[in-house]
């Protein structure tokens, strides 16, 4: 887990001893189906008939299981989503292969009906449970909390790879490769300043996993979608219209990863000032419904009628999969380092992203997009509290957000949201 406080030396931790690993349990079941039942095979069920309604001797439908994959990935939901992007390349290795993804209740919502991921489990005491009497090929943990680490441990398996948890009860890298991810988390040094991969290009080396530039992806389900539409368009939006979502919060974890209100107010003002046709939806949680009620009323002070219409507000009380949605009518994003980021980048959209204290050579736009980076003396920090008189915010001016999301609204009418790369802009 990061820290918040001072800088640290880039020194590298002492050696840890090898951690304990459950190996494998003998199979329990034949090659071949020539029983009754074949707990192997994708179609089995066990409390049901499967698809195909019969008993397993003789099936022609068999269809084994080749490699059997546990990923366990709790942590914030922006990272939960980000660390999607390992699939594509496990299903190249392993075509057959069964995934199972466990996950908080909040990332199980969101990634639930992946088309990769064939069970999604909810972290808890029960599944925790079930999965200790099951066999994987691999286990992959990449988180670095307690909790995670030793349900990796727990679990009968080939290979473990990631992150686990050693005798005394800390976290710990499985595997070679997962060393410089992991000591990414113990120096200051080393993840402010000497690291210049990408959060997508770490994760596939800590795994062993060749990075071909793949971006994460996100399921958004028919009916789910029409919904959100329906929604939009009872609230005023006009389907087919440029639309600009605009993302106010960022949670509580660490300060000023989101502009106040009053700076987004002059960004929309000057955005709508410029764009006569563009709609603005103002997306954010339960926790946002004061600053977007602030934003509204700020606005209404300034802009004539018609162009107050063109903000439209859906609402802030919708589950994680309807937030997605909402977001998938959008086609440019603006918004700090937080989970509609990556929700943004998941569905292919532009993304203007301002990154303040975090680190911005972790965040990956898939050339879609552009960073305005915040670079203060003292940033980045990933402090709770700025004890700078909010540096971050104040070294970007609102005229660079509004340029920035003028030319990414252009790139979206011309290229038809085809990849563009845009720079990197750094204030100062």
């Not at 028919?222 to 929604?231: F, I, K, P, Q």
């Not at 700076?263 to 977007?292: A, K, W, Y």
């Amino acid at each position: 887990m990061r820290r918040d406080d001072s800088v640290t030396s880039g020194i590298s931790p002492p050696s840890a001893p090898p951690p304990r690993v459950r190996l494998a349990r003998r199979e329990i079941s034949p090659a071949t189906p020539l029983a009754d039942i074949a707990p192997d095979c994708r179609h089995y069920r066990g409390d049901k008939p499967c698809i195909h309604n019969r008993l397993c001797n003789g099936c022609q439908n068999y269809d084994p299981f080749a490699h059997r994959v546990c990923i366990i990935k709790l942590g914030a939901l922006g990272d939960v989503i980000r660390t999607l992007c390992i699939l594509p390349e496990l299903r190249r290795r392993h075509a057959e292969a069964h995934i199972t993804w466990v996950s908080l209740p909040a990332g199980c919502r969101m990634i639930q009906g992946h088309p990769l991921i064939d069970r999604v489990l909810t972290f808890d005491p029960m599944t925790a449970l079930m999965l200790t009497q099951e066999n994987f090929d691999t286990v992959i943990c990449l988180d670095k909390e307690p909790q995670p680490c030793a349900l990796a441990m727990s679990l009968f398996a080939k290979r473990k790879l990631g992150v686990g948890l050693s005798p005394q009860g800390t976290p710990i890298p499985l595997n070679t490769e997962a060393e410089p991810y992991f000591n990414l988390g113990l120096s200051d040094e080393l993840k402010f300043r000497v690291n210049q991969q990408s959060y997508p290009k770490l994760v596939h080396e800590a795994l062993g996993l060749t990075w071909r530039g793949d971006r994460y992806t996100l399921p958004v389900h028919g009916s789910l979608r029409d919904r959100a539409r329906l929604l939009l368009v009872n609230r005023g939006w006009q389907p087919g219209v440029t639309t600009l979502g605009v993302n106010v919060g960022a949670g509580d974890v660490f300060a000023n990863k989101m502009w106040p209100a009053g700076r987004i107010v002059e960004v929309l003002t000057q955005v709508l000032d410029r764009d006569s046709t563009l709609q603005v939806l103002l997306l954010g949680g339960p926790r946002e419904r004061g600053i977007i009620d602030q934003i509204l009323h700020e606005l209404s002070q300034s802009l004539p009628l018609p162009t107050m219409q063109r903000v439209i507000d859906p609402g802030c009380e919708h589950e994680e999969p309807m937030f997605a949605a909402i977001i998938e009518a959008c086609d440019v994003l603006f918004t700090g380092d937080t989970m509609a980021m990556h929700v943004g980048v998941a569905l292919a959209k532009h993304v203007v992203a301002y990154l303040g204290p975090t680190c911005e050579q972790e965040i990956d736009l898939y050339g879609r997009g552009e960073k305005l980076v915040a670079r203060p003396d003292c940033a980045p920090c990933y402090k709770r509290r700025c004890d700078h008189a909010d540096a971050c915010i104040n070294s970007i001016e609102p005229a660079a957000a509004t340029a920035a999301i003028l030319r990414n609204i252009a790139a979206r009418r011309q290229n038809g949201g085809r990849d563009i790369s845009l720079p990197v802009r750094r204030a100062g």
